[in-house]
């Protein structure tokens, strides 16, 4: 039986992006010999009535690699990213966003 890969979990500074615009792709991963232990955060909001909301967040305990791993970022439109970081666990990008075919 293999281990399942952790996720790699890749976000960027906004969501929506003109051509020409500076982007920074930060990519975190775990380490794939230890992916650690998920905690799921739990806040209860108790309204005025007495009703209540709840939301939920989880998180990872552990699992950061004890030293950097390889990241390469590529994208659809063929841009060009250059590593700013790595620290174990988290590695930045930064780029600019290219014109789409056809814009």
């Known amino acids: 039986m293999s281990t399942p890969t952790p996720p790699v979990v890749v976000t960027t500074d906004k969501s ?52 950097p791993l390889n990241v390469a970022v590529t994208d659809s439109l063929g841009d060009a990213y250059t590593q700013s970081s790595n620290e174990p666990g988290t590695a930045v990008f930064s780029g600019t966003v290219g014109t789409p075919p056809g814009a």
């Not at 909001?45 to 939920?56: M, R």
Request: glycine share 12%; no cysteine.
């Open 16 to 67: 929506n992006y003109t051509a020409g615009d500076p982007i920074t792709v930060t990519v975190e991963y775990q380490d794939p010999d230890n992916p650690g232990t998920t905690l799921t955060v739990t806040a209860v909001v108790t309204n005025p009535d007495g009703s209540t909301n709840e939301g939920t967040v989880d998180v990872t305990v552990g699992g950061t690699p004890a030293a």
